[in-house]
Structures are given as structure tokens and as C-alpha cells.
């Protein structure tokens, strides 16, 4: 398995701001990835982030909205931009082993 | 309609029970399933990992799936007050399949919440 520490663990924020999260691993990885959960939902890709390239984002999210950094192996962050109510939810890194996924503890974010 | 489906629940038995916790998918493309374990305001932890249709054991809990049926299972024998949490169960392609598809993308089900009471 990987630890994976996330900071913030959570946040409220007001309309119109954005928010950096932070991810952690305690080893190399190739690809790390952030995850959406929102209240009551499923979890939902967002993108794949690679280090030394753009990141992948899934249908329906973008990189103005969420911008995402992977300077180096063991690190990366998820921005959340020009934030609405609609963005409440818990971002969540993640980093594959094999075929399976470990999650970060995750990030809740509560925007008013 | 929905590539997995899981009954939300919520789910409430008696300590020592057996639980049965189910997913449907639609998608014969995938090939690899799992289950994580979600404790409140925490993120999800890998409980098992199967492959091939069947019946996989680790400890209390036993995956099971048929790919035929597109159906996959967790069981909980003797369950246990700290058992309770949300269960998602997740599904991938096999790599082969994957086209251009992220290699991090896991479908989840909705989750089902579980409580065991004492």
C-alpha cells in the first residue's frame, strides 16, 4: 500500500475564492489522481496527473476550473477555482498500485 | 442507467450477523473489482481485489463474483460494531480494453452504509 497525506483536511470557503490541496505519497509514483466525492455521490475521476506533462482531465472537468501541479514524483496539487456551493465536496488523491487505487484521507471542502 | 449499481441502503443489523452487500454492473469490460471500506470523514481503504469469477476469502470478508451474471458480492461474517462504515464497491477495465481510457479510472457504486449494533 502508499500513505498519502492531504492538506487541507477541510476548508470552508466563500463564493468566488479558490483553494490549493495538497498530496503527499510516501514513495514514487508515475501517476497520481484526483478523485470527487460529493455529498451522497459516488466517486468521480477528475483528472490523471503525470509528472513531467499536462494532466488528463475526465469529461466534464476542466483545467481553468481545476488546475492540477505534479512537480515531482511524491507530490501534486488539485486547485479549485472561482469556487461555487456546487463545489462542496471531498477531493480525494489517489495513487495506483498494481491494478487497485489507495486513497488520501481526503479533503472536504465547504464553500458558502 | 447507471455502468454500476449499488443499494444505497442504509443497512442496519445486529452484532455477530452475516452481511450481504451487493453490486450490479452493465459493462462486460470489466475485469478487475473491488471493495473499499469508508469510515466517517476519512477516505476509502482497499478491502479486497478479485479478478476472476469466483469466491475470494480474507478473514471475516468474502468477495464473490460472476461475470456472467455481472454481479459481485461482499460478505461480512460475525460482523462487528467497528465494521460500520460505508462499502463501495469499484470496478475497472482490463488494460487491454482500457483504449484511452485513464489508467486511475475506477467506476464506484454509490456506497452502501452499514451499521452493526451491539
Known amino acids: 500500500s502508499a500513505v498519502i497525506s492531504q492538506k487541507p483536511s477541510r476548508d470552508i470557503c466563500q463564493r468566488g475564492t479558490s483553494l490549493t490541496i495538497q498530496c503527499q505519497v510516501d514513495?514514487?509514483?508515475?501517476?497520481m489522481f484526483w478523485y470527487r466525492q460529493q455529498p451522497g455521490q459516488s466517486l468521480t475521476l477528475i483528472a490523471t496527473?503525470?509528472?513531467?506533462?499536462?494532466?488528463?482531465?475526465e469529461s466534464g472537468f476542466v483545467i481553468d476550473k481545476f488546475p492540477i501541479s505534479r512537480p515531482n514524483l511524491t507530490f501534486s496539487t488539485l486547485t479549485v477555482s472561482n469556487m461555487s456551493p456546487e463545489d462542496s465536496s471531498i477531493y480525494l488523491c489517489?495513487?495506483?498500485?498494481?491494478?487497485?487505487?489507495?486513497f488520501g484521507e481526503g479533503s472536504r471542502l465547504t464553500v458558502l | 442507467q447507471k455502468e454500476v449499481e449499488q443499494d444505497p441502503g442504509p443497512l442496519s443489523v445486529p452484532e455477530g450477523a452475516i452481511v450481504s452487500l451487493n453490486c450490479t454492473y452493465s459493462?462486460?469490460?470489466?475485469?478487475?473489482f473491488m471493495w473499499y471500506r469508508q469510515y466517517s470523514r476519512k477516505g476509502p481503504e482497499l478491502l479486497m481485489y478479485?479478478?476472476?469469477?469466483g469466491n475470494k476469502e480474507d478473514g471475516r470478508f468474502t468477495a464473490q463474483v460472476d461475470k456472467s451474471s455481472k454481479y459481485i458480492s461482499l460478505f461480512i461474517r460475525d460482523s462487528q460494531p467497528s465494521d460500520s462504515a460505508t462499502y463501495l464497491c469499484?470496478?475497472?477495465?482490463?488494460?487491454?480494453?482500457?483504449?484511452?481510457?485513464?489508467?486511475?479510472?475506477?467506476?464506484f457504486g454509490q456506497g452502501t452504509i452499514l451499521t452493526v449494533h451491539p
Open positions: 459493462n462486460s469490460a470489466f475485469q478487475y
Open positions: 496527473a503525470n509528472q513531467g506533462s499536462e494532466a488528463t482531465y
Open positions: 489517489s495513487v495506483a498500485l498494481s491494478v487497485v487505487l489507495f
Open positions: 478479485t479478478y476472476s469469477s
Open positions: 469499484a470496478m475497472r477495465m482490463g488494460l487491454a480494453n482500457a483504449g484511452g481510457t485513464s489508467y486511475g479510472k475506477l467506476t
Open positions: 514513495s514514487q509514483v508515475t501517476m
